[in-house]
């Protein structure tokens, strides 16, 4: 932004007022920069947080994430509602790293079952994830809780966000989608460590297979080249390789293609494909997550 306003400053005169000028435009870039600096305050104080005008119960319990075997978890935090006499409302909060760890829990730990109502024992429980948070109610199996009384509980927090999948996912490629086959990647990628969260979608055409991914936000250098060590690096031919572009083979006559774009996204491509075909949509993938603003 500096930069920008010297190359584009105009020739004021000069009279006793540009000294003043100088000054409030020097004060409100220092006001601006300081605001882009700071981080939104998501500081919650649960007690103020009702549920239907109902204040929580004094036990609220706020547990340090990394007690639990639960990655990228940074609080867990349980509240009481009494709603009535023999009925109490349990809420258990999960707050993550981001929302991509949060979404990555939700659909892969088999805890969680949507808006459909688990029944365990002689309690019902529901969950609604938003954002980076998961929340479960847990209630009396005989009362019955309307879904949008819980949800409006839901908005009342920092940041709420609708719990269907990031919008990140709309980078990728349309055409050809398999429905169904969406998926978080945060543990392994394509068979290795993972050290950087992607979002994966599988595609088919006829007889023709394949997946295409990207990294949930921008990745490292050192950690795209530590996650690149861990393949199988292949040299095909038939095809101009570029030196900034990993060439895989995933197993069983899958190969692949990955890099990191200029920015710091990463994109990957692999399939039961040829090298020429791969490539080609190895250039559509790259070119979408490229021109993508998120």
Known sequence: MLNFIRMNRFPFKKHKTTALFRSLLGAALCVSL???EQKVDETVDYTLM???????????????????????????????YPMMLGDTLDVTILE???????????IN?????????ILRGAFLEQSIRSGARIFVFKH???????????????????????????????????????????????????????????????YRDADLQWNVARSWD??????????????????PKGIYR??????????????????????GRVVAVWGYLDWTDLERKFFTASDRVYGARY
């Open 242 to 263: 570029e030196a900034s572009t990993l060439y895989f083979d995933a197993g069983e006559g899958v190969n692949g293609m990955a890099t990191r774009l200029p920015g």
């Open 140 to 202: 009396d199996s005989f009362r019955r809780y309307e879904r949008s009384d819980l949800e409006s509980y839901v908005r009342r927090y920092p940041n709420p966000r609708h719990g269907g999948f990031p919008q990140e996912f709309l980078s990728l490629p349309f055409e050809h989608r398999e429905p169904g086959h969406t998926s978080i990647q945060t543990k392994y990628f394509i068979g290795v460590k993972a050290y950087f969260p992607v979002l994966a979608q599988s």
């Open 34 to 36: 300081f605001a882009c």
């Open 218 to 235: 921008l990745v490292d250098e050192n950690d795209f080249i530590a996650w690149g060590r861990q393949l199988n690096i292949v040299h």
């Open 96 to 106: 993550f790293k981001s929302d991509v760890y949060a979404l990555d829990y939700y």
């Open 50 to 80: 009702c549920y239907n005008d109902i204040w929580p119960m004094d036990e609220i319990h706020i547990n340090d994430g990394s007690n639990y075997d639960i990655k990228a978890l940074e609080k867990k935090i349980d509240l009481r």
């Open 109 to 117: 730990s088999g805890r969680f079952q949507g808006i459909v109502p």
